[in-house]
């Protein structure tokens, strides 16, 4: 199963990989990776978001370089018509100028520890599966709490190879991070949606924050009197470059893989999961985009929200197609058929692991036309129409206060409910959201079967209106509180409950919340046969192949992946070099697509060559790298880093041909797309000319720089 250079390593367990590192060419030791008692490299690596994103400190004063994809709700949120950072780019001169964003964390990793034993030993086979369920939640509650108070720390507790092992990370995390600096988009998302998930690219996705601690280094909220955190490491810059073959290596929160799925299950999410997406997306993208296009402000309000949609559209539609080009059903039947083998040739294996394969198959034949109805309802009514969700998440705390009749918990309430709402509305066109709710819901009941409908469009639609789903809409934007903020404010002068509880829009978010906790409630059953088959069939690989390093899939905690800097071959007749350059940029470059209109400023710098110490000697400047590290969502802004840990370029994308990788690595064309550190420096320095971030940069000392 494991070819050259695929694995996302826990740092914590890097021993078992030394040897093969060390071969291929790494420089360092297991505890300049990780060693709890000393600074090493996981003291430079930040979780953003709790695995939105990846950051690394790259300077004695927390300063954080990530990717322009993981900033670009904060630099939106700072951003208005006459003042749009996400066009002109952002630069703080002084600390002071830096910008606070509320709701942004950044958490770094203190230790880990094996919790296995006390789990396992927490359950016994007498329990049923739901009592077993139950008995593990507890214990891990319980632990977490322990260590939490123990440590001071931020906890969790993960489990690994499908709840066969499990760890407890211990975090500090930052809760007063601020924005530093930001190219323009123009740099930051050049190519926009045409160039992502692509290679060759030409984008600087980059931004730098810097997390903020109080007077005595702890985390702590936002405050005027917090400094700027002295990290336990901080990682050196390398303006050497790289050449094909150099050994490179990433540290980062990579999000969610499912390597190990069966081809039964292969289907399932070709079908029921980006099929669905894909479809949903594409109907309500075109018409954001259409308002967007009409009205500058609309533009800005969505286009966080576009970006994070467009990303997983085109991923879901490049997977289906990738996962056939790639053969990977073929993999997994063949892996499959391995297994078979394998257990069928001894009857005490077979015993144990007998089951295996028919538990997963059967969970998923039983469970996929709810799934599929399950992943409709969140792309259309959830994550698709806008007002269903923030009134589910805003009304009842509202309602339950009004309800109690005590002035106090009223004017609190009041307090939150009316921040949330300016909050929604701050993004919010209801224009366009009228129209995209009008075309979901028709979406959803043309392609779901009647039984499995949220309640309202019995009642509210078929009953009231007729079926006529659109004059139900109209209805519900002329009725709801939700759907202005005048009416919101309107509501708030003189609130009553019964109101609230009568609202339409809440209504039918109860209704749909309840439908889609309805759909796992009647799926339980087919989802613990497949989880109960997965654990036998991972375990039972693993068992197999005693010998066989084993990754456990992604989950949002700290991996290291090690691989090298190469070019590949796409398809036939074509050819993909290693690098890309500013020359590439400039070939792009047309003013009449926003994507692609490179600033004056740039067009000037390559124009007189004018690179500095960041060019190459043939006067090229290089922008963005491939390598064959093992990333995926949630890597996005990962440190790459050479063979002696220095920073060559930040993570921030895969290719297209590879988006089968999620299900299953490809040696031969997965690939893990940066931006040069080079580039980097040359926006920051020449571009910005902001000479303040360079000088607390460290840079690696050149006589270290010989390979
Ligand atoms: N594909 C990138 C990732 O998932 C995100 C790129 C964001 N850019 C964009 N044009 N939507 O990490």
Redesign the pocket.
């Known amino acids: 199963m494991l070819k050259a250079d695929e694995g996302m390593w826990l740092p914590f367990l890097i021993e078992q990989n030394m040897a093969t590192m060390t071969e291929k060419g790494f420089k360092l030791t297991k505890d300049d990776v990780y060693n709890i008692n000393q600074s090493c490299l996981k003291d430079a690596i930040v979780s953003l978001d709790h695995g939105s994103c990846t950051g690394e400190i790259i300077s004695e004063k927390g300063l954080v370089l990530t990717n322009h994809?993981c900033a670009y709700s904060e630099i939106q949120s700072h951003s208005t018509v006459s003042k749009d950072y996400l066009t002109e780019g952002f630069w703080a001169t002084s600390l002071s100028e830096e910008l606070p964003n509320p709701e942004k964390t950044a958490s770094i990793l203190v230790k880990v520890e094996n919790v296995t034993e006390q789990i396992m030993s927490s359950i016994s086979d007498t329990l049923t599966h739901d009592e077993c369920e139950r008995v593990i939640k507890n214990k891990i509650s319980d632990i977490i709490d322990e260590s939490t108070f123990e440590n001071n720390c931020d906890a969790s507790v993960e489990s690994f190879y499908y709840d066969t092992e499990y760890y407890l990370f211990l975090y500090n995390t930052y809760n007063d991070v601020r924005l530093v600096g930001a190219p323009p988009e123009s740099i930051g998302?050049f190519g926009?949606?045409y160039d992502?998930?692509e290679w060759p690219r030409h984008t600087g996705d980059f931004t730098l924050f810097r997390i903020y601690t109080d007077t005595a280094g702890n985390p702590a909220q936002y405050s005027p009197d917090n400094i700027p955190l002295k990290p336990k490491y901080a990682l050196p810059i390398s303006l050497s470059g790289y050449n094909e073959g150099d050994f490179t290596f990433v540290m980062g929160y990579p999000g969610y893989t499912t390597r190990f799925v069966t081809s039964h299950e292969l289907k399932y999410i070709m079908e029921c999961e980006n099929k669905v997406r894909a479809l949903v997306r594409e109907e309500k993208q075109r018409i954001w985009k259409k308002y967007m296009d009409t009205d500058e402000a609309i533009r800005l309000k969505y286009s966080s929200k576009y970006?994070k949609s467009?990303?997983y559209w085109k991923y879901s539609v490049y997977q289906n197609k990738a996962l056939r080009s790639n053969n990977v059903d073929e993999i997994k039947k063949q892996r499959e058929l391995e297994f078979s083998e394998w257990v069928s040739s001894n009857d005490s294996l077979s015993e144990i692991y007998g089951e295996a394969l028919t538990l997963v198959n059967n969970g998923i034949e039983e469970s996929k036309e709810i799934m599929r109805a399950l992943n409709f309802l969140y792309e259309t009514h959830i994550s698709g129409a806008e007002l269903f969700l923030v009134a589910y998440l805003n009304a009842p705390a509202m309602l339950k206060a009004l309800q109690s009749g005590n002035d106090e918990e009223i004017i609190d309430a009041t307090a939150i409910f009316s921040e949330k709402m300016a909050d929604f509305f701050k993004d919010y066109d209801s224009k366009t959201d009228k129209a995209t709710t009008k075309a979901l819901i028709k979406l959803f009941m043309e392609n779901i079967a009647p039984n499995l409908y949220p309640s309202f469009i019995d009642t509210d639609i078929t009953k009231k209106h007729k079926g006529n789903a659109d004059k139900y809409v109209d209805y519900l934007f002329e009725h709801s509180i939700f759907c202005s903020e005048e009416k919101v404010k309107y509501f708030l002068n003189k609130p009553s409950a019964k109101k609230l509880a009568k609202d339409p829009v809440f209504i039918a978010a109860e209704s749909i919340v309840s439908m889609y906790n309805g759909y796992f409630a009647i799926m339980s059953d087919a989802d613990n046969m497949r989880e109960k088959g997965m654990n036998l069939y991972v375990n039972g690989l693993r068992a197999m192949n005693p010998d066989k390093n084993y990754y456990p899939d992604a989950n949002s905690t700290l991996r290291l992946t090690y691989g090298e800097i190469g070019d590949y071959e796409p398809g036939d007749a074509v050819y993909y070099n290693y690098f890309t350059t500013l020359k590439g940029v400039i070939e792009k470059h047309d003013e009449t697509m926003p994507e692609f209109n490179v600033p004056a400023k740039l067009m000037e710098i390559f124009a007189n060559k004018d690179y500095g110490i960041y060019g190459n000697a043939d006067s090229t400047m290089n922008v963005c790298f491939i390598t064959d590290n093992d990333i995926t969502?949630g890597n996005?802004g990962s440190p790459v880093l050479n063979a002696r840990g220095e920073l060559i370029g930040t993570a921030?994308?895969?290719n297209l041909e590879s988006m089968s990788g999620d299900i299953e690595y490809d040696s031969d064309i997965q690939k893990c797309i940066n931006v040069d550190i080079r580039y980097i420096l040359l926006i920051i320095d020449k571009f910005a000319g902001a000479s303040n971030i360079i000088e607390e940069l460290i840079f690696a000392k050149p006589e270290t720089n010989n390979n």
């Open positions: 994809h998302k926009g949606e992502n998930w970006a467009a990303n969502g996005s921030f994308d895969g």
